[in-house]
């Protein structure tokens, strides 16, 4: 899919109320508790001066603002910030499939930590499939596309090595995105790094740059950021 997501609109569906939307807030809801079992583990088993800052439920409600507030600012019509939203907001739902352990560590994550971590993207969309896969709508198409590759890059250094030309542009974005929120989170193996949203988007620019990112939707959602900055 090279073009925004325009032509639906979800709350004119049936299914959209029926099964997709009770579907969307049934899995957030499992996300949240996931968090809180996290927590649970993580003061159970981590020394109490780690601190756990990042929450898969609230890096997913700013990911999905993030999403709709670029396109906006992009221009692009409502209808198209609406799918994005919800279309990104369930991204990482396969992570509460996973074990505990995996997403809080000290030291740097061994490779088989790492694996595991990945398949979260494959496993959501295993979860769509099995509730939803009886419907066919172009939501549920663009869902789990954002759902299966909001790690690739450019490059096909991704987490599934599909390359730029593979990605559609709703997916583009929602890798960039990603990764902005997941630098803008203070996280304890991140030392004194500046995390600031002007520094996070230079990094980004500046040493990731366009063999990671579509650079045109980069500095479109950068110039959001920074506007929203200012207010
Ligand atoms: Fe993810
Ligand atoms: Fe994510």
Not at 80 to 86: K, P, R
Not at 118 to 141: A, K, N, Q, Y
Request: include cysteine.
């Amino acid at each position: 899919m090279n073009t925004w997501p325009d032509d639906f609109d979800l709350q004119e569906s049936p299914e959209t109320g029926e099964r997709i939307r009770p579907f969307i807030e049934t899995q957030m809801a499992a996300l949240k508790a996931f968090d809180i079992k996290r927590r649970e583990w993580v003061q159970q088993n981590l020394p109490p001066t780690y601190e756990m800052t990042y929450f898969f439920h609230d890096h997913a409600y700013r990911a999905a603002d993030d999403i709709k507030k670029t396109a906006l600012h992009m221009g692009l019509s409502d209808i198209t910030a609406e799918n994005l939203y919800w279309a990104m907001l369930p991204h990482d739902i396969g992570k509460s499939l996973l074990p505990l352990h995996i997403w809080d560590v000290i030291e740097k994550p061994e490779n088989a930590i790492k694996k595991l971590r990945r398949s979260h993207t494959e496993l959501g969309v295993g979860i769509v499939g099995e509730v939803l896969g009886d419907i066919g709508h172009p939501f549920i198409e663009l869902m789990a596309d954002i759902m299966l590759n909001h790690h690739e890059q450019m490059d096909g250094e991704g987490f599934l090595g599909k390359k730029g030309d593979e990605l559609s542009t709703p997916v583009r974005l929602a890798c960039i995105i990603e990764s902005f929120d997941g630098y803008s989170i203070a996280r304890p193996h991140f030392g004194d790094r500046d995390i600031s949203v002007a520094s996070v988007l230079k990094r980004m620019r500046e040493e990731k740059g366009d063999s990671i990112y579509d650079m045109e939707l980069f500095e479109a959602f950068a110039d959001m950021k920074m506007e929203e900055e200012k207010n």
